[in-house]
């Protein structure tokens, strides 16, 4: 779907792929007939990690820069919900109501972000990677040793999202439906952003910076600017993670949860903003359920293995494996389709069928 | 033709009976401990313990099945609230065991908060205000915590080994925030001092102590040091390079067998270190030897003797058998009658008697240890003392013991 059709006017939903219909379908149906716990622990969880996970492959896959501190900057936003709004430790909680809290904590975290990439942008590939991973566990250590502000190892619990319209958004269906409308949201903002000026100059700064630079555009500036957004879409879902954890501590923000990420991101692909959805689904699936497939000494094997087999036999994750699949599927059905055919059309003499 | 019509009405009415009876033959119980992160090992220990509890019953308790289904967390509170509601909700326990350290213990509490009908039993954790502050009605901890572990140290190195002034070197976190509150509050009161400048808190996994070794003060008697596996042997091992010579009092977890078994020539100098806990590897006792012997036939490939955490999770999930023994099994009324039980259990555990106080925290024996040298060459903790039925506001009332505040690094100031 040409996204900049949404907005000329042009789109109709019989322009929608029937797959895609289901899918929203399902997706606003699905607390109908999910357990609590679905809702909650798989459903909204894995929009939130995905939501974060999008912020990377937004920055990895249009702009060539994977940056490990995505979910530092989320946790910049949870910290500073905490911090600002209240929290039931004692320490800080200025007590600012959420529609300022909400706002402030989502733009200081893209402000962070911002900063981060003004200071790695200058670098390249693997060196971004270490750069920020330096970030983020910088990151980690401070919040831990610091006492005056972050409280140190236990940091804060009893954060509460706001009871709104008579709703109290930890609930899990409200608290899926926020989610959903955060992650679809962004989702679809990626998706229209990458067809956009700046997107189409940010995915040709990523295959080309050198010409780029010599047609006049300002690569810094684009590279920043698309950190910028990232900050955004991980801030608003730091938000969402810290009102779905109700407390927030360096654990939450540790190397292995940035690791995470990162996993969820290449396991899902990083061409196109659905695979970090994709990607936290098997996460979230698998870190739930596998101690169950498995006696409870071994079931971290399964996890690495099963992220190990999709990197293996498909370098691009879920997404590349799926188009992989999908041609060989559609030859399957055109040669059954044209066996049928071919005696006809030799006869006409027709040239071989273009392939769509 | 009738008779047909009757044996089937009698047989379908016969299977309607008996299916929702079976389906009720099994209660579901979750265990949660840490089976990943840097406390792998432990949670692998605790889950020993439960085994070896549930094994002691047969898997059966009030006549019903007990069905054990397990939970990992990997030390995070973020992580035991993840595992634990996948327990409760999705898989439906009715009783859930654990989790296992301190800040897992506070989120669990506060999850417990929202869901009335489920009893939770602690597994090892042993932060103070899981029990002490904002209690959770479900929640029980038949296991004793940090500040109780140290119970008789204080006063036992002040009288005994006449120490007066003391450093004190803890990890940078609530449980020996705990510890430390313990160990000083008798200590200090009996008028010994631990100035707040001469407390040095280093992060969990800190590798250099050589910055700490050279801040320690000349002019004190002993320093007092609450650190866990590998810092523990860290920093023994260059405390001892550095020629440090002062005496050391140990936190529950410092002089374990996993820091006692490690080789050097720290072995030496820390023969005749105090240390306390709720468990004594070396206790003269048939209940703790039989426990031992069990544990040792069970697991060959375990501990050489089971840890602290095999003991408390296996104590707490004996606790929850035994309640369900008391009420045969009966959790129709959202287990109101087994927390009744519960609350009221008062049992016989490897280290003796248990029982609970009003806000579902444990009364228990405390054991007094010093390092000693076996026969075999080996190091050992020697039972000194065993200081009876610890409760948690150490024999205060609860008004009184709050008015010490929440645990910190500068609680009690001690100047």
Known sequence: MDARRLLSGNFSFADLHPGVLLVIVFLLAYPGFASDFFVFQIGAYTLILGTIALSLMMLGGYGGMVSLAQLTVAGLAGYLVAIVGTNSVGVMGLGWPWWITVPFAILAAAVFSALIGAISVRTEGIYTIMITLAIAVAFFYFVRQNYVVFNGFTGFAGIEPPTL??????????????SLTVAGGFYAAVLYASRSTFGLSLQAIRDNPRRMRALGYDVTLHRVFAYFLAGLIAGTAGVLMVWFNGRISPGSVGVDIVIDILVIAVVGGMRHPIGPFLGALVFVLLQNFA?????????????????????LFSPDGLLGLWQRVRPKLRFART??????RAEERDRQGAGPLEQT | MRRFTKTTIAAVAALSLAAPALAEDTIKMGALATLEGAFTVLGEDSMRGVELALEEFEYTAGGKKIELITGSS?????????????????????????PLSGSEGLAVKDYAKTQPEVTFVNGSSAAQDTTLRNPSDNFFRFSTEGAQWMAGLGEYVYNEKGYRNIAVLAEDYSFPYTQVFGF?????????KAPVDARFWVPIGNKDYSSVIAALPDDVDAIYVALGGADAVNFLTQYEQAGGDLPLIGGSITVDQTVLGSKGRTRDFIIGTPSAGPISDTW?????SAFVEAYKAKFPDGFPSPSLFAHAYYINTKAA???????????????????????NLEFETPTGMVKLDERRQAVADIFLTEVIEGPDGNLLNKTIKVIPQVDQTFGLSYDDFLQYGQVSRENPSCE
């Open chain 1, 165 to 178: 319209f008579g709703v109290y958004w930890r609930d899990p269906v409200p608290f899926y439906y926020l």
């Open chain 2, 74 to 98: 990997d030390a995070s509170p973020d992580s035991a609230i993840r595992a634990a509601r996948k327990l409760v909700e999705q898989d439906g326990v009715q009783i859930l065991v654990g």
């Open chain 2, 184 to 192: 000083l509050e008798p200590f200090c009161r009996l008028g010994g």
């Open chain 1, 291 to 311: 101690i169950d497939l498995i006696d409870r000494e071994r079931f971290n094997t399964v996890i690495g293995l099963a992220f190990l087999l999709v990197v």
């Open chain 2, 284 to 288: 003269d006792d048939p209940r703790w």
């Open chain 2, 321 to 343: 058998l035994l309640a369900l023994n008391e009420v045969d099994g009966d959790l129709s009324d959202g287990g109101v009658k087994l927390r009744e039980a519960l609350a």
């Open chain 1, 335 to 340: 040669a059954r389709y044209e066996a049928g």
